[in-house]
């Protein structure tokens, strides 16, 4: 039985993609709190961390890896410039 690739797994063969979506409302779903933000590794950070999205790679992979998968799951369409 052969595996038949997605497209976007077709065009991550030929090029760098950039995928693009409202990562700030998707992120919002998920209510996360200022300890969400910060996990252990920024438990005592010095400043208030929630809202830095960026950090959620580092702090909270799970929820960036969902939200990834759900835009994939939807079929993201591609550009080409």
Not at 7 to 22: F, H, S, V, W, Y
Request: proline share 2%.
């Amino acid at each position: 039985m052969s595996h038949t690739l997605h497209p976007i797994e077709k065009l991550l063969q030929q090029r760098i993609l950039i995928l693009d979506g409202a990562m700030g409302t998707m992120v919002q779903r998920y209510k996360l709190t200022e300890a969400d933000y910060r996990g252990t590794r920024f438990a005592d950070w010095h400043r208030d961390l929630k809202g830095n999205n960026d950090l959620l790679v580092l702090t909270k992979p799970e929820v960036i890896k969902a939200i990834h998968c759900e835009y994939l799951e939807a079929g993201g369409r591609h550009h080409r410039n």
